[in-house]
């Protein structure tokens, strides 16, 4: 019996062993060097309970909020948390997994995701899950039916080392570093573009009323993060950046009955600031994503509307005023560098 | 489904399981349900070969069985001068039935894989007689383990004819023995009363087995993914450039060593699955690198298919008239060496044909067989000789030096053969040969493998070596790892497992490479 005993302990060790290891050869092996895995990795980074404002959405949220910027507006902590093509159950896990680091007084989710129609590729989904810390929200996430993943899938993302383990010949000294912490995200979660490639389609595209429908599962898993920040006293607020391609009327209509019904606060800025983005300057990509002067002039906007409904009090603690005086700092020279745009394309 | 395809491990995972839960009695019908499952998942409808295989030996067998009981019954009450006749009579109804059966199975081996080459010879034939027939050249999709399970029938029947044992009546146990899923893809060439009792019996789960089962499956995973696969990274450029001199010799080196640890890992997979369902399979290795001669080599490689050869063509030629009728001939006119010569020469010739022939529908196998059967003839040839050098320059076949000249001296000779299988033709083989020796080219690392991946290699190559070794000094590597400390087995499978993971060639970033064997 004793024996037994000691049998299925020194076997559960080997598992538990074996699993580590496993876990630390995908820690090691993992691409380090996207701006995607910055975000991600950064995120765990910050100070615990530090942020005030948690953004939520998909490329168009974290091209057109500046975290840096708010914080030298209004004096308060964010992080623009998210991934390309991002959908509501991933971002449903990714506000979980924050959650166990943060206590965020807002959550902001951009709704654009809400109604992404294309493929959310595989690859995507890597840039959000490949990046999160093993853990039982991650093995949810893996497990949840939503993402349709395969049983290999599933096996390679859990444990990363079975799709990157061809990474051994290029190891590097950051590999090695930030295998077991990555530093600070300076950008605090903003990916910026400096490029200009005007919008050419109508500009009364919040006129132009299609069908407009949620993605399937998109309902269900807005309720769930509904309920996650109910449950932890968080304000939840809808928010939808300017977006000459991939929004309209109906679009809107649709989520202000969705944030009526749940009484939360929906912020539309294709209406509220209209005349105020010019689609000729202010985007990278022809109206898709706002350029790094779309998104001053949204953080502004955001700025005036935080001052309005949100009593958010200064942080106190040294150590964040330093990383957040820091990542202003860093973005100010890079924005005074691109004072004037490289190439302008007009129309 | 390759053997180390993630469905292939659930299948052998699944049907663990079940074979383990069902009553003892309804065992086999596990090991046969998933024989079908993994057959018609490889090759779907071409199922209905391996049923026909299946169901002429099995009717086969049981007619040679009721001629065996029909003649033991007769012949009693006959005179002796009739006991002669109808033992004549019997043994042609019974070689009647083993030829038809063998047609069957041999004419769908023939058909399907060897139509497109016999046609494209008759063609050529055709062309330089000036006659104006073509023959459409054909190719099919081959039944999985055709070249396998064909020669396991015919040695299933001949067994039977020749009264090694009797045939079985259990359709069940014919079909298990024949379609045995771990051995598809690659053998081994296994035997019925080796195999089938131990398929049909319903095991006990044995701890042991078990163990060594899941030891071998994770060493052959070592074997294939870090080692066979790594190695064929720089084999596969060389062999399609236009490469010499040791960047040349070295991809013919690392091609031996490749098929080496492909085959013998998948052998390893295959035996150790065999082992988790507490059935035991013929080993088809036994360090051939070891071996002093060709004769030798080949006795430790592929030696399921060797005595194959060795008990099906080399007998079967040995004991035929025409044979008999030359031995008689030779012992008359010819003595000493060359008379020994001649009466090996002419069953040997065919067993080396048909060695070469298996392995592929193709001129270039057939040197490739024929040119160990040259090798070993001039052996024999010119043996007189050879003791005379050993005698003159006192060369002991004791001493160390002397037994590793002998093992480089066949090792070389393989790595011929091996060039000789591995080149896209004979002229690509002849020209590989020659830029060996006329170029000079050594940039090893401009072709696949970096510098790490080669230190990968070497360490593999090194930890396959040291255990061929200790086998070779007949070491049981299964009782000398269970009486380790557990921590160091642990250890020992975590670094394995941690290396087959990290350091295998599979899934994005590179090409899959299927099992070389798997393809004959």
């Given at each position: 019996?004793?024996?037994?005993?000691?049998?299925?302990?020194?076997?559960?060790?080997?598992?538990?062993?074996?699993?580590?290891?496993?876990?630390?050869?995908?820690?090691?092996?993992?691409?380090?060097?996207?701006?995607?895995?910055?975000?991600?990795?950064?995120?765990?980074?910050?100070?615990?309970?530090?942020?005030?404002?948690?953004?939520?959405?998909?490329?168009?949220?974290?091209?057109?909020?500046?975290?840096?910027?708010?914080?030298?507006?209004?004096?308060?902590?964010?992080?623009?948390?998210?991934?390309?093509?991002?959908?509501?159950?991933?971002?449903?896990?990714?506000?979980?997994?924050?959650?166990?680091?943060?206590?965020?007084?807002?959550?902001?989710?951009?709704?654009?995701?809400?109604?992404?129609?294309?493929?959310?590729?595989?690859?995507?989904?890597?840039?959000?899950?490949?990046?999160?810390?093993?853990?039982?929200?991650?093995?949810?996430?893996?497990?949840?039916?939503?993402?349709?993943?395969?049983?290999?899938?599933?096996?390679?993302?859990?444990?990363?080392?079975?799709?990157?383990?061809?990474?051994?010949?290029?190891?590097?000294?950051?590999?090695?570093?930030?295998?077991?912490?990555?530093?600070?995200?300076?950008?605090?979660?903003?990916?910026?573009?400096?490029?200009?490639?005007?919008?050419?389609?109508?500009?009364?595209?919040?006129?132009?009323?299609?069908?407009?429908?949620?993605?399937?599962?998109?309902?269900?898993?807005?309720?769930?993060?509904?309920?996650?920040?109910?449950?932890?006293?968080?304000?939840?607020?809808?928010?939808?950046?300017?977006?000459?391609?991939?929004?309209?009327?109906?679009?809107?209509?649709?989520?202000?009955?969705?944030?009526?019904?749940?009484?939360?606060?929906?912020?539309?800025?294709?209406?509220?600031?209209?005349?105020?983005?010019?689609?000729?300057?202010?985007?990278?990509?022809?109206?898709?994503?706002?350029?790094?002067?779309?998104?001053?002039?949204?953080?502004?906007?955001?700025?005036?509307?935080?001052?309005?409904?949100?009593?958010?009090?200064?942080?106190?603690?040294?150590?964040?005023?330093?990383?957040?005086?820091?990542?202003?700092?860093?973005?100010?020279?890079?924005?005074?560098?691109?004072?004037?745009?490289?190439?302008?394309?007009?129309? | 489904?390759?053997?180390?395809?993630?469905?292939?491990?659930?299948?052998?995972?699944?049907?663990?399981?079940?074979?383990?839960?069902?009553?003892?009695?309804?065992?086999?019908?596990?090991?046969?349900?998933?024989?079908?499952?993994?057959?018609?998942?490889?090759?779907?409808?071409?199922?209905?070969?391996?049923?026909?295989?299946?169901?002429?030996?099995?009717?086969?067998?049981?007619?040679?069985?009721?001629?065996?009981?029909?003649?033991?019954?007769?012949?009693?009450?006959?005179?002796?001068?009739?006991?002669?006749?109808?033992?004549?009579?019997?043994?042609?109804?019974?070689?009647?039935?083993?030829?038809?059966?063998?047609?069957?199975?041999?004419?769908?081996?023939?058909?399907?894989?060897?139509?497109?080459?016999?046609?494209?010879?008759?063609?050529?034939?055709?062309?330089?007689?000036?006659?104006?027939?073509?023959?459409?050249?054909?190719?099919?999709?081959?039944?999985?383990?055709?070249?396998?399970?064909?020669?396991?029938?015919?040695?299933?029947?001949?067994?039977?004819?020749?009264?090694?044992?009797?045939?079985?009546?259990?359709?069940?146990?014919?079909?298990?023995?024949?379609?045995?899923?771990?051995?598809?893809?690659?053998?081994?060439?296994?035997?019925?009363?080796?195999?089938?009792?131990?398929?049909?019996?319903?095991?006990?789960?044995d701890i042991i087995k078990f163990k060594s089962g899941l030891y071998l499956i994770l060493w052959g995973l070592f074997k294939k993914l870090v080692i066979a696969d790594r190695a064929a990274l720089y084999v596969n450029p060389v062999f399609s450039g236009m490469h010499g001199g040791f960047t040349a010799f070295l991809?013919?080196?690392?091609?031996?060593?490749?098929?080496?640890?492909?085959?013998?890992?998948?052998?390893?997979?295959?035996?150790?699955?065999?082992?988790?369902?507490?059935?035991?399979?013929?080993?088809?290795?036994?360090?051939?690198?070891?071996?002093?001669?060709?004769?030798?080599?080949?006795?430790?490689?592929?030696?399921?298919?060797?005595?194959?050869?060795?008990?099906?063509?080399?007998?079967?030629?040995?004991?035929?008239?025409?044979?008999?009728?030359?031995?008689?001939?030779?012992?008359?006119?010819?003595?000493?060496?060359?008379?020994?010569?001649?009466?090996?020469?002419?069953?040997?010739?065919?067993?080396?044909?048909?060695?070469?022939?298996?392995?592929?529908?193709?001129?270039?196998?057939?040197?490739?067989?024929?040119?160990?059967?040259?090798?070993?003839?001039?052996?024999?040839?010119?043996?007189?000789?050879?003791?005379?050098?050993?005698?003159?320059?006192?060369?002991?076949?004791?001493?160390?030096?002397?037994?590793l000249f002998c093992i480089l001296r066949t090792v070389l000779i393989v790595f011929g053969g091996m060039l000789i299988f591995r080149a896209h033709s004979l002229d690509d083989a002849l020209q590989m040969l020659l830029r060996i020796f006329t170029m000079q080219e050594t940039d090893i690392l401009a072709h696949g493998?970096?510098?790490?991946?080669?230190?990968?290699?070497?360490?593999?190559?090194?930890?396959?070596?040291?255990?061929?070794?200790?086998?070779?000094?007949?070491?049981?590597?299964?009782?000398?790892?269970?009486?380790?400390?557990?921590?160091?087995?642990?250890?020992?499978?975590?670094?394995?497992?941690?290396?087959?993971?990290?350091?295998?060639?599979?899934?994005?970033?590179?090409?899959?490479?299927?099992?070389?064997?798997?393809?004959?």
């Amino acid at each position: 019996m004793k024996n037994r005993r000691k049998s299925i302990l020194a076997f559960t060790s080997f598992i538990v062993i074996f699993a580590l290891l496993l876990n630390l050869f995908s820690m090691i092996l993992i691409p380090k060097d996207n701006k995607m895995s910055k975000t991600i990795r950064g995120f765990y980074e910050e100070k615990k309970n530090s942020l005030d404002v948690l953004f939520l959405g998909d490329s168009s949220m974290y091209r057109s909020i500046i975290p840096a910027k708010l914080w030298k507006e209004n004096g308060f902590t964010s992080y623009a948390l998210g991934a390309p093509s991002v959908r509501t159950y991933a971002l449903y896990y990714l506000l979980e997994e924050a959650l166990k680091m943060q206590k965020p007084k807002v959550v902001v989710m951009e709704v654009n995701c809400a109604f992404n129609d294309h493929k959310y590729s595989m690859g995507n989904k890597r840039k959000i899950i490949d990046h999160m810390k093993l853990s039982m929200n991650k093995i949810n996430m893996i497990q949840d039916a939503a993402f349709q993943f395969s049983l290999t899938d599933k096996i390679s993302l859990l444990f990363p080392v079975f799709l990157y383990h061809n990474r051994y010949n290029e190891i590097n000294a950051v590999d090695i570093a930030e295998t077991f912490g990555s530093p600070m995200n300076d950008t605090k979660g903003f990916i910026s573009s400096y490029k200009q490639k005007p919008y050419k389609g109508k500009t009364n595209y919040m006129r132009a009323s299609s069908q407009a429908m949620f993605d399937a599962n998109s309902k269900k898993y807005m309720d769930m993060i509904h309920d996650i920040c109910k449950k932890n006293h968080i304000k939840l607020m809808l928010l939808k950046v300017p977006g000459a391609k991939e929004w309209n009327q109906s679009k809107k209509e649709a989520v202000e009955l969705y944030a009526k019904e749940r009484h939360l606060p929906y912020l539309d800025l294709n209406t509220n600031m209209e005349k105020n983005i010019d689609w000729r300057r202010d985007t990278n990509d022809s109206g898709v994503h706002l350029n790094i002067f779309g998104a001053e002039k949204v953080t502004m906007e955001l700025s005036q509307y935080f001052r309005r409904h949100y009593r958010l009090k200064k942080t106190t603690d040294q150590e964040v005023i330093t990383s957040f005086n820091k990542a202003y700092r860093l973005f100010n020279e890079k924005r005074k560098s691109y004072k004037r745009p490289v190439k302008t394309v007009t129309i | 489904m390759s053997l180390i395809s993630l469905p292939f491990m659930l299948l052998v995972t699944a049907s663990c399981v079940l074979y383990y839960l069902a009553p003892k009695q309804w065992r086999w019908c596990i090991l046969l349900l998933a024989n079908v499952i993994f057959y018609v998942a490889a090759s779907q409808a071409l199922i209905i070969f391996l049923i026909g295989s299946i169901l002429s030996v099995y009717i086969g067998g049981l007619a040679i069985n009721k001629q065996i009981k029909l003649q033991k019954a007769t012949i009693k009450s006959l005179e002796k001068d009739q006991k002669k006749a109808y033992k004549a009579m019997m043994k042609k109804r019974k070689q009647l039935i083993l030829i038809v059966v063998l047609a069957i199975n041999i004419g769908i081996l023939c058909y399907l894989k060897y139509y497109g080459f016999f046609a494209g010879n008759l063609n050529a034939i055709n062309a330089l007689l000036h006659v104006n027939v073509n023959i459409a050249v054909k190719k099919f999709v081959l039944p999985l383990g055709i070249s396998y399970y064909t020669l396991m029938a015919i040695s299933y029947m001949v067994d039977v004819y020749r009264g090694k044992y009797e045939a079985s009546p259990q359709l069940g146990k014919v079909a298990l023995y024949l379609s045995f899923f771990p051995q598809m893809t690659e053998g081994p060439i296994s035997r019925f009363d080796q195999l089938a009792d131990q398929l049909y019996a319903g095991n006990e789960f044995d701890i042991i087995k078990f163990k060594s089962g899941l030891y071998l499956i994770l060493w052959g995973l070592f074997k294939k993914l870090v080692i066979a696969d790594r190695a064929a990274l720089y084999v596969n450029p060389v062999f399609s450039g236009m490469h010499g001199g040791f960047t040349a010799f070295l991809a013919v080196a690392l091609y031996t060593l490749q098929i080496y640890a492909e085959f013998s890992g998948a052998m390893d997979i295959v035996r150790g699955i065999g082992y988790l369902f507490g059935v035991h399979m013929e080993k088809n290795f036994e360090q051939p690198f070891f071996s002093k001669s060709i004769a030798e080599f080949w006795r430790r490689w592929h030696r399921t298919l060797g005595t194959w050869l060795k008990d099906y063509v080399f007998y079967s030629i040995s004991l035929s008239k025409m044979n008999m009728n030359l031995n008689r001939s030779v012992k008359k006119h010819m003595k000493g060496n060359f008379g020994r010569f001649i009466l090996s020469a002419f069953p040997l010739f065919f067993v080396w044909f048909f060695n070469g022939f298996w392995h592929g529908a193709s001129w270039k196998y057939i040197v490739y067989g024929l040119y160990y059967y040259l090798i070993m003839m001039m052996g024999l040839l010119l043996a007189p000789v050879f003791t005379k050098i050993k005698d003159t320059w006192h060369l002991h076949e004791q001493r160390k030096g002397y037994r590793l000249f002998c093992i480089l001296r066949t090792v070389l000779i393989v790595f011929g053969g091996m060039l000789i299988f591995r080149a896209h033709s004979l002229d690509d083989a002849l020209q590989m040969l020659l830029r060996i020796f006329t170029m000079q080219e050594t940039d090893i690392l401009a072709h696949g493998l970096t510098l790490v991946d080669f230190g990968i290699l070497i360490w593999g190559l090194v930890l396959m070596f040291i255990i061929a070794g200790l086998k070779e000094r007949r070491v049981n590597l299964f009782a000398l790892f269970d009486q380790k400390s557990l921590l160091l087995r642990y250890g020992i499978i975590l670094i394995i497992g941690v290396s087959i993971i990290v350091f295998g060639i599979y899934g994005h970033g590179y090409q899959a490479s299927d099992f070389i064997y798997g393809e004959f």
